[in-house]
């Protein structure tokens, strides 16, 4: 289980998947920052488990060559309740 609380994860770079987050288990992202990430598939997070964002913003993400999900690319389960922002 991963748990970001108030966490800014910021400017990462991945050959692969999840230039911020990679996911294959359980997920909480609550009261942080997905920002300036890049990878090939999702540049902010790749979610293959199961995945909460709550009151957090991801923003300004992306991945290389027009690839999938430039702030989440998600596979699997995801919520987002509360006042999430994704762009």
Aim: cysteine-free.
């Amino acid at each position: 289980t991963l748990n970001v609380l108030r966490t800014l994860i910021a400017d990462n770079f991945s050959h692969f998947s999840g230039g911020g987050i990679r996911n294959e288990g359980n997920a909480l992202v609550e009261h942080s920052t997905i920002a300036h990430n890049r990878s090939s598939d999702g540049g902010g997070i790749e979610n293959t488990g199961s995945l909460v964002v709550r009151n957090s913003a991801i923003i300004f993400n992306s991945t290389d060559i027009a690839q999938a999900g430039g702030g989440i690319f998600n596979m699997e389960s995801s919520e987002f309740p509360g006042h999430s922002r994704r762009r």
